[in-house]
Nanobody, 125 residues
Framework: VQLVESGGGLVQAGGSLRLSCAASGFNFDYAIGWFRQSPGKEREGISCISSVDGTTNYADSVKGRFTISSDNAKNTVSLLMTSLKPEDTATYYC????????????????????WGQGTQVTVSS
């Protein structure tokens, strides 16, 4: 399994960025999650999506501002981030976990097994 993030960068507060996660090597159904971590803070699961049924999940901190979407044909998951705030500054990671056989609405934002290398997002005030 390989996960490669792209799309990070520097943006002013109020601006937008789109992160992408290219996934490969799966031979099972999976959920993809976006996580972030900044120095001195715990890693936070912010948005997750199931490849099986498109179930999505958002942390309260990003709800209404971030949108996760998937293109199963391209094995890509995107995270559109709008109305960015300085506190959104962090390293963003995508991660994957297997969806249990027969499970529905499975898109937890915790306990993921496979991780990308991360991409930095910096929001200036």
């Amino acid at each position: 399994v390989q996960l490669v993030e792209s799309g990070g960068g520097l943006v002013q507060a109020g601006g937008s960025l789109r992160l992408s996660c290219a996934a490969s090597g799966f031979n099972f159904d999976y959920a993809i999650g976006w996580f972030r971590q900044s120095p001195g803070k715990e890693r936070e699961g912010i948005s997750c999506i199931s490849s099986v049924d498109g179930t999505t999940n958002y942390a309260d901190s990003v709800k209404g501002r971030f949108t996760i979407s998937s293109d199963n044909a391209k094995n890509t998951v995107s995270l559109l981030m709008t109305s960015l705030k300085p506190e959104d500054t962090a390293t963003y990671y995508c991660a994957a976990v297997e969806v249990p056989t027969g499970a529905t609405n499975f898109a937890p934002c915790k306990d993921y097994d496979y991780w990308g290398q991360g991409t930095q997002v910096t929001v200036s005030s």
